[in-house]
Antibody
Framework: EVQLLESGGGLVQPGGSLRLSCAASGFTFSSYEMNWVRQAPDKGLEWLSYISSSGTTTYYADSVKGRFTISRDNAKNSLYLQMTSLRAEDTALYYC????????????WGHGTMVTVSS | DVVMTQTPLSLSVTPGQPASISCKSSQSLLHRDGKTCLYWYLQKPGQSPQLLIYGVSSRFSGVPDRFSGSGSGTDFTLTISRVEAEDVGVYYCMQGIHLPRTFGPGTKVDIK
């Protein structure tokens, strides 16, 4: 079964850091581009970041550029999001999502991991 | 950034009746290769988003044929020909041609 499983969320103080992980299974992870998308409580979806299948190309939303870093380890079938200088407005459910090659749509989503930034 | 707007923001539908959601983008979503990068997702209550439509009008695997997408350029529509109880949730359009990728605000659909 194709699956994405996020982990690493939790409660962190403003200014703190957190590293999210997304474990992929059931497909050839190294062949797929990946993304992070978040959803603040009772809000809509916000795209955060993209990484190419090889990991050489990355893109970020302005809201996280310079604070968040996307990376991947294809040998471990894992995607990561290193988050620093966290703010209250970063409180959200963070999803990893697989991208269909050449179609750019997100066809597989994880269940999300919750990040709460609060003192 | 490309702004995606959706109307209406909420919709209450009688089962068996049709429903339509409009999505407009602030810039054209037509890629130079001819494809249009507009997608529709449904987030059912308590679940992660799921892909319904890609490339404006192509149904993703397993999506019932009562769902259809149409449009071009900057104006797009998702139509449900006969709404069923399982279709409740929030529908989002998303553009994939311009960075950052942006979603519409979502349209909440419930059953009367």
């Amino acid at each position: 079964e194709v699956q994405l499983l996020e982990s690493g969320g939790g409660l962190v103080q403003p200014g703190g850091s957190l590293r999210l992980s997304c474990a992929a299974s059931g497909f050839t992870f190294s062949s797929y581009e990946m993304n992070w998308v978040r959803q603040a409580p009772d809000k809509g979806l916000e795209w955060l970041s993209y990484i190419s299948s090889s990991g050489t190309t990355t893109y970020y939303a302005d809201s996280v550029k310079g604070r968040f870093t996307i990376s991947r380890d294809n040998a471990k079938n894992s995607l990561y999001l290193q988050m620093t200088s966290l703010r209250a407005e970063d409180t959200a459910l963070y999803y990893c999502a697989r991208e269909i090659p050449r179609l750019d749509a997100f066809d597989v989503w994880g269940h999300g991991t919750m990040v709460t930034v609060s003192s | 950034d490309v702004v995606m707007t959706q109307t209406p923001l909420s919709l209450s539908v009688t089962p068996g009746q049709p429903a339509s959601i409009s999505c407009k983008s602030s810039q054209s979503l037509l890629h130079r290769d001819g494809k249009t990068c507009l997608y529709w997702y449904l987030q059912k209550p308590g679940q992660s988003p799921q892909l319904l439509i890609y490339g404006v009008s192509s149904r993703f695997s397993g999506v019932p044929d009562r769902f259809s997408g149409s449009g071009s350029g900057t104006d797009f529509t998702l139509t449900i020909s006969r709404v069923e109880a399982e279709d409740v949730g929030v529908y989002y359009c998303m553009q994939g041609i311009h960075l950052p990728r942006t979603f519409g605000p979502g349209t909440k659909v419930d059953i009367k």
